[in-house]
């Protein structure tokens, strides 16, 4: 059993940072590449950023030079650095196993109830 618990949403001011972590439980985490995703009312989940288990890192347009993924393995815990905030950043915010296959994320069906980060003034 996989449980994935995130945590450091809040409410920041556009420009501002804030660093989300997320404890994943199980023997999962030390195998596995891990995402983090973000979703809006009305939009599917979206993949902004994923770190492979050998530490490879990867992040999409909207995130790439703003967010910082980075993981723990002693501590089963994967971190979103998040800088220069926009208010379009705002979403629940969700981490997630996977596996990364050339270059392409694949995400395992396992979910935590995710972290709100709201940007806004």
Known sequence: QVHLVESGGGLVQPVGSLRLSCVASGNIFSLSAMGWYRQ??????????????????????????????????????????????KPEDTAVYYCNPGTVIRGTYYGMRYWGKGTLVTVSS
Do not use: C, H, W
């Open 40 to 85: 809006t009312p009305g939009k599917e989940r979206e993949l902004v950023a994923y770190i492979t288990n050998s530490g490879v890192t990867n992040y999409t347009d909207s995130t790439q030079g703003r967010f910082t993924i980075s993981r723990d393995n002693a501590d089963n815990t994967v971190y979103l650095q998040m800088n220069s905030l």
